[in-house]
C-alpha cells in the first residue's frame, strides 16, 4: 500500500461547479498537509497548509483534515478555467519524525467553460 | 515565478554526455532539494541539503551526482544517463530543513530528454 494514495483523474468539471480533491493516507503519525497546484510547465506552488485535524479556508479553496479517517481533501469553490491544474497533496510528520513531505501524485483538473 | 530559479529550462542530451543542472534559491533557505518528477507518478525525493550538508540521499544511481557549495546554490551532475531517466527535475528549498514541517518552494524544473 502506498504511503499516499490521490487520483490521478482528469477530473473535468463545467465553470462555476464546486470541485473536491481527496488524499487517503496510511501514516498516522503525518501532522501536517499541505496542498500544491501545478500548472503545466511549471513548478509546484503551494496553495493551502494546514496543522492537525479541522478545517482551513482561503477565498475559494477550502482544506480539510479528518486525521481519524487519514483523508484530507480540498474544495475549490466557484472553479474557474485559470484553476485548470495538476493538485497534488503532500504530508509530513514534523517535530522529532521526518520533516520531508510525502507527496502523492497529483489529481489533474480541468475546468472548462 | 517563485524566488527558486532553474536552469536550463530545457535539455536534451545522448547518454555518454556530462551536463549539469542548476539551481539557485533567493529565499536565505538553509535546505535544498532535488526531485525527480515522471508522468503517472509521485514527486520522487532524490537529494536533501540542509545547511549545505547532504542529509539524505534516497538510492538514487551514482550516474546523478548532487553538489552545494553553499545554501543559496544547487547542482546537480548528470552523465551516462539512461533513456529512462527523463523527466522533469525539480528543485525546492525550505526555511530550515528540520524541526517542524517544512513548506517548500519549488523552482520550474528543467525537462531533461536522454536520448
Known amino acids: 500500500q502506498k504511503e499516499v494514495e490521490q487520483d490521478p483523474g482528469p477530473l473535468s468539471v463545467p465553470e462555476g461547479a464546486i470541485v473536491s480533491l481527496n488524499c487517503t493516507y496510511s501514516?498516522?503519525?503525518?501532522?501536517?498537509f499541505m496542498w500544491y497546484r501545478q500548472y503545466s510547465r511549471k513548478g509546484p506552488e503551494l496553495l493551502m497548509y494546514t496543522y492537525s485535524s479541522g478545517n482551513k479556508e482561503d477565498g475559494r479553496f477550502t482544506a480539510q483534515v479528518d486525521k481519524s479517517s487519514k483523508y484530507i481533501s480540498l474544495f475549490i469553490r466557484d472553479s474557474q478555467p485559470s484553476d485548470s491544474a495538476t493538485y497534488l497533496c503532500a504530508m509530513s510528520e514534523g517535530g522529532g519524525g521526518s520533516y520531508i513531505p510525502t507527496f502523492g501524485r497529483g489529481t489533474s483538473l480541468i475546468v472548462h467553460p | 515565478e517563485t524566488g527558486v530559479t532553474q536552469t536550463p529550462r530545457h535539455l536534451v542530451m545522448g547518454m555518454t554526455n556530462k551536463k549539469s543542472l542548476k539551481c539557485e534559491q533567493h529565499?536565505?533557505?538553509?535546505?535544498m532539494y532535488w526531485y525527480k518528477q515522471s508522468a503517472k507518478k509521485p514527486l520522487e525525493l532524490m537529494f536533501v541539503y540542509s545547511l549545505e550538508e547532504r542529509v539524505e540521499n534516497n538510492s538514487v544511481p551514482s550516474r546523478f551526482s548532487p553538489e552545494c557549495p553553499n545554501s543559496s546554490h544547487l547542482f546537480l551532475h548528470l552523465h551516462t544517463l539512461q533513456p529512462e531517466d527523463s523527466a522533469l527535475y525539480l528543485c525546492a528549498s525550505s526555511q530550515s530543513g528540520g524541526g517542524g514541517s517544512e513548506t517548500q518552494y519549488f523552482g520550474p524544473g528543467t525537462r531533461l530528454l536522454v536520448l
Open positions: 501514516n498516522s503519525a503525518f501532522q501536517y
Open positions: 529565499l536565505g533557505h538553509n535546505a
